[in-house]
């Protein structure tokens, strides 16, 4: 298991130069000058001085090696660089707003995974029949429905006409409720879709078969045999899930102004603030990287098959 373990964190490192080198080559992609495509509009009324005492700072100035190193330098110690806009550390305004992403995450990914694995056995045991054609209907229309177009709908729904929960905002667990329905609703489609074809693979395998023959309970066939045996694609897809919510629901946190770290990317964005997106992406990607080493480390725990194939 340890040495299965080390080589998938090895795996990662040529991952994560990648990533840095992309991040880093964020600020050259940009057209023009990335100094004055940072401060917009407000260019214009910059000295040609100042601009590059603001390129010095940034260290612009110098040779892209040289400022490659520097930077992979600087996010060894932890320095992401300072943010146009505030002023402040990139690291402190991400860390400001983690927990808020990890506490919408969390709460999606447990209503996607209870929804997607519950709807996804059902349609898989009742298969051809019309709650097998109700439950692709429902997967189907999850996943065709857009994440702000659905918020909007919950919100005009719960919040504006009933009034029973907060329509935007973080504070109390009603203001969670809305957000992380909405993206979970989303992803449940994805994982329900994925279960019932894990699960019926493993349904029509043989030891399936044994199990009935044996005269085991139907529901211990399907959630000690099949659904086990089925976990491995099932797993994944709730990684990328989870990786991605970890990212930051950037639509959903706009739609609820849920402070997170999607919608200060978005506030980045706009503001064009350089190292501020540049910081967001880096650590979103790593979050990314690290929910999908963990997935691959449960595979053998999942399957012991998995370490030695």
């Given at each position: ?131 097998d054609g109700a439950a692709i209907a429902v997967a189907l229309v999850g996943v065709s429905i857009p994440v702000f177009w ?47 074809g894990a699960v019926l693979e493993a349904l029509a395998q043989d030891y399936v078969r044994t199990a009935k023959a044996k ?91 998995v370490r030695y194939g």
């Amino acid at each position: 298991m340890l040495r299965y373990a080390l080589g998938r964190l090895l795996g990662t490192v040529p991952v994560l130069f990648g990533v840095t080198l992309l991040v880093f080559l964020m600020a050259w992609v940009t057209p023009g000058d990335p100094v004055v495509a940072m401060l917009g509009e407000a260019s214009q009324g910059i000295s040609r001085q100042a601009l590059e005492d603001l390129r010095r700072e940034l260290g612009l100035d110098r040779p892209l090696p040289v400022q490659y190193v520097g930077y992979v330098a600087g996010l060894l110690r932890g320095d992401l660089g300072d943010s146009i806009r505030s002023r402040r550390p990139v690291l402190a305004e991400i860390r400001d707003r983690l927990p808020a992403t990890i506490e919408l995450a969390l709460a999606a990914l447990t209503i996607a995974v209870a929804l997607g694995v519950a709807l996804g056995v059902l349609a898989a045991v009742r298969q051809r029949t019309w709650v097998d054609g109700a439950a692709i209907a429902v997967a189907l229309v999850g996943v065709s429905i857009p994440v702000f177009w659905s918020g909007f709908l919950l919100m005009m729904v719960f919040a504006l006409e009933l009034g029973w929960l907060p329509a935007s905002g973080r504070g109390t667990w009603q203001h969670l409720v809305l957000p992380a329905f909405t993206v979970g609703v989303s992803s449940a489609a994805f994982i329900a879709r994925i279960t019932r074809g894990a699960v019926l693979e493993a349904l029509a395998q043989d030891y399936v078969r044994t199990a009935k023959a044996k005269g085991l309970a139907p529901r211990r066939v399907v959630l000690r045999h099949a659904l086990r045996n089925a976990l491995l694609p099932i797993v994944t897809v709730v990684g990328l899930q989870l990786g991605g919510l970890l990212g930051g629901a950037v639509l959903t946190e706009t739609v609820f102004a849920w402070p997170g770290v999607g919608r200060l990317l978005v506030d980045a964005i706009v503001a064009r603030d350089l190292p501020l997106v540049q910081g967001s992406v880096l650590v979103v990607s790593l979050l990314f990287i690290l929910v999908n080493l963990a997935v691959d480390l449960s595979y053998a725990a999942i399957n012991p098959r998995v370490r030695y194939g």
